[in-house]
């Protein structure tokens, strides 16, 4: 099924900026730029020699279906995740990579509930999915059927984060 008329690309990158801008201010204090859309990620870490990554993963179903990965660095993650838990870099490192996984799936779930949220307002409910976390590098990811894919570049704090994000309509 195609995406429904009612949904725009501006709006799905609004929605998607307003979640991430939302989240990282409120849970992080940190502000966040969109950098803009991008047509693939990552880029190789062959050539580029790119440091493992940390990806939230949460779906939503309804009259909207989709999937959102947030990538984070693995060391951008711990730094995400300390000022989360309000634990310095050596507490993060000292509690483990289970720590930085159950806060960036937190992240994650609550910035996808943002954009779940507006989805419903504009007259597209649906439910959120449990999160999940993948690390590693080279992590690609493919929309099936006719899902469309949309990807975004933002900077928060020197950093960088990609959301990717997979929708079909119900």
């Known amino acids: ?10 709006q799905i990158k609004d929605y998607i900026f307003r979640a991430v801008d939302d989240v990282f201010q409120t849970m992080l204090r940190c502000p966040v730029t969109l ?34 990965y947030l990538s984070f660095a693995t060391s951008f993650a711990t730094k995400c995740t300390g000022k989360m838990l309000g634990m310095s870099p050596p507490e993060v490192e000292a509690a483990g990579a289970e720590v930085v996984s159950d806060a960036i799936g937190e992240l994650t779930n609550m910035i996808v509930g943002g954009f779940k949220n507006r989805l419903s ?50």
């Open 35 to 68: 950098r803009g859309a991008i047509e693939s990620w990552p880029p190789s870490s062959a050539s580029t020699g790119a440091e493992p990554h940390v990806v939230g993963v949460v779906g939503f179903l309804g009259d909207m279906n989709g999937v959102i």
């Open 121 to 170: 307002d504009a007259g597209l409910p649906c439910k959120l999915t449990v999160p999940s976390v993948l690390r590693g590098t080279d992590i690609r990811v493919k929309p099936a059927g006719h899902a469309k894919q949309y990807l975004y570049l933002f900077d928060a704090a020197g950093q960088t984060i990609v959301a990717d994000i997979m929708l079909a309509a119900d």
């Open 1 to 10: 099924m195609e995406i429904k008329a009612e949904i725009s690309e501006s």
